[in-house]
């Protein structure tokens, strides 16, 4: 039988809302939509796109991690940008991180994310050649 693996990244929306920053059943490990916001709730890479990406991309991987699970285990990206305008270079901080790896990938246009000083949300869905014991 496959256990529930529960990551948390120790910000206060988790337990108000009511999620986790990643989820691992099985081999499969699904991490939620994440932006620049630290533990402290503040934004980093203020008015700057790709600084943002680039946050939210690393703690994607510090998430995959505690789930047992590397950036080579993503096979799809969800980018949901607030201005096509930043794809270029939100598009480059994707690149840094899985260039080799090309897992599928969507980025689209969304109204607005929960701050209007938010540019970037990402999601992601890592699948593991290995299950959980």
Do not use: C
């Amino acid at each position: 039988m496959n256990r529930r693996m529960n990551i948390s990244s120790g910000t206060i929306w988790e337990a108000q809302v009511g999620y986790s920053r990643a989820v691992r059943i099985g081999n499969i490990v699904e991490v939620s939509g994440t932006t620049a916001v630290n533990e402290q709730g503040q934004v980093i890479g203020d008015n700057d796109p790709y600084e943002q990406a680039r946050y939210a991309l690393a703690k994607i991987e510090r998430a995959l991690a505690e789930a047992g699970a590397t950036m080579h285990d993503v096979i799809r990206t969800r980018i949901y940008v607030t201005n096509m305008q930043f794809w270029e270079e939100i598009g480059r901080a994707h690149g840094e991180y899985f260039k080799e790896i090309r897992p599928a990938a969507t980025m689209v246009e969304v109204k607005a994310l929960i701050r209007p000083d938010l540019f970037v949300e990402i999601e992601a869905t890592a699948v593991l050649q290995r299950k959980m014991e």
